[in-house]
């Protein structure tokens, strides 16, 4: 199950791409890359310091009057062009992708696809921003509003899907008319490098787009940036509020895509196998390692029993093992860090009297045992107060948790600082559409997990975050509004 060297041939060089070179930052730690598989180093990662950050902002504000003043139309030919590189490049792209992150093959492979598919999206919408009219008084004028872009754009990306998060953020802030200054973090930086290369191949001009893999020095850096116009982060909450305090001190806007601790709520009418089939899978997709994962099972009592067979009878049915095995469902953990973190979840869990470990719960050994693999967990029984039902894991623990009637569901679901992402399993369609209506959250799927296509607004509620990407929001998410007023 080791990576070959052939495989690690296709990383590209694990250095900033600044200008549309590489760049030497003699601030640069060396930071070793670890396969996820196996804990062992693949290559050495060029973290940045403060030299990257000033030379990538620098490039990109020398790079954006040309931008914002080329053409929409010009824009839309050159995002269509950078979709058709990704769609050349995707075996490689999921390639790098599993020796970055450890995706299973099977899942590393829909990123491209969907990137090709945003970047297309707003592609289309590059030559469509238009205005409004509004009427004003009492003296007679044209009053219009147009949308304008920031200038440069900070992006700060998580580790778990590097490929989709620099496409679903990078699509719409170019189109806007944005420069752009990514900071993956060191632990995978490959693939938002490899866009980055394409999209120079594509013909967008140097300097539009600079990435700086990079880890809290970088980011501490970048965030405090005069020179930067607008900040997305994706990531935790403790470092969001560490990012909005140091925007503050140049009244910096910021968009927020942060954690999750996503309610499915199962009640008796639903179709129970495809519901336990949906449960497992938004669950424990990416091992768990996803905002929106619908970890906190809320099931209604009459059928909580035959749920919870049901769902362990689904995990047991998990292909676990090596990522680059296409059969493949379940890989490790991004690092030993994460696996002794959620160990940790539960061991507590399995400490509290009130709940019980149906399967898993452990660290999996024999040929897996180098790798950060945790089995895939189901904890029934949990209580609504406890770490486990309360606090993102991130990671392949399914809690349990039943409730009585509609109204105890949403209240249950409700009870949380966070507001991302919820799913209700009902055939009841009135049913779907006042609970739907009820539950505080960004995003709510109904009988399935259906993915994120570029058309659907997505973000979060109370400490999930805040703005949205996705469909006409998230350009408007990378936009600012001038107002403009003439007398006639």
């Not at 601030?27 to 196996?38: E, F, G, W």
Request: net charge negative; glycine share 10%; hydrophobic share 45%.
């Amino acid at each position: 199950m080791s990576v070959r060297d052939a495989d690690i041939a296709l990383l590209p060089a694990a250095t900033p791409l600044i200008g549309g070179k590489r760049f030497d930052d003699a601030s640069a730690d060396l930071v070793p890359h670890i396969y996820a598989a196996t804990g062992k180093r693949t290559v050495d990662v060029h973290s940045a310091g403060a030299d990257s950050v000033h030379a990538a902002v620098a490039d990109a504000r020398s790079a954006a009057p040309a931008w914002r003043a080329l053409s929409p139309d010009a824009r839309r030919r050159l995002l269509l062009k950078l979709a058709a590189l990704i769609e050349q490049h995707a075996d490689e792209l999921t390639d790098i992708q599993v020796i970055e992150t450890s995706t299973p093959r099977g899942m590393a492979g829909h990123y491209a696809p969907m990137v090709v598919d945003v970047l297309q999206y707003y592609a289309g919408w590059a030559d469509k921003v238009g205005g409004d009219i509004h009427p004003v008084w009492p003296a007679q004028a044209l009053d219009y509003s147009v949308l304008e872009p920031y200038g440069v754009v900070a992006v700060i990306l998580p580790w778990n899907s590097p490929l989709f998060s620099v496409g679903s953020i990078v699509a719409p802030a170019l189109a806007a008319g944005n420069c752009v200054v990514v900071k993956p973090p060191e632990l995978t930086p490959f693939t938002s490098l490899r866009f980055a290369e394409l999209a120079l191949e594509a013909g967008i001009p140097p300097g539009v787009l600079n990435v700086i893999p990079g880890g809290a020095v970088a980011g501490a850096e970048l965030v405090s940036h005069p020179g930067v116009d607008k900040i997305h982060f994706t990531g935790s909450g403790p470092t969001a509020q560490r990012i909005l305090a140091a925007a503050a001190a140049n009244f910096t806007p910021v968009g927020l895509e942060l954690g999750g601790k996503s309610p499915n709520l199962i009640f008796a009418d639903a179709d129970l196998e495809t519901a336990a089939q949906t449960a497992v899978i938004a669950s424990l997709q990416l091992s768990g390692q996803a905002c929106v994962a619908g970890t906190r099972l809320l099931v209604q009592d009459s059928v909580y029993d035959e749920m919870v067979e049901r769902c362990a009878a689904q995990i047991a049915q998990l292909p676990v093992g090596d990522p680059t095995d296409q059969s493949t469902f379940f890989g490790p953990l991004i690092n030993n860090v994460a696996c002794e973190r959620v160990l940790g979840f539960i061991e507590r869990a399995a400490a509290d009297n009130r709940s019980r470990i149906v399967t898993g719960g452990t660290r999996l050994g024999d040929e897996l045992a180098s790798g950060y693999y945790v089995a895939p967990t189901l904890i029934a029984d949990v209580a609504t107060d406890s770490e486990v039902a309360r606090e993102e894991v991130f990671g392949p623990v399914m809690s349990v948790l039943s409730f009585r009637d509609e109204a105890e569901a949403i209240a249950i679901a409700n009870d949380s600082v966070y507001g991302l992402g919820a799913y209700i399993q009902t055939t009841d369609l009135q049913r779907a559409h006042r609970v739907a209506s009820a539950i505080e959250s960004g995003m709510v799927w109904v009988n399935g997990a259906g993915g994120l296509p570029p058309s659907m607004p997505f973000g979060g509620y109370k400490h999930s975050g805040v703005g949205r990407l996705g469909g006409r929001a998230g350009l408007e998410e990378f936009s600012q509004r001038k107002n403009v007023w003439i007398a006639l």
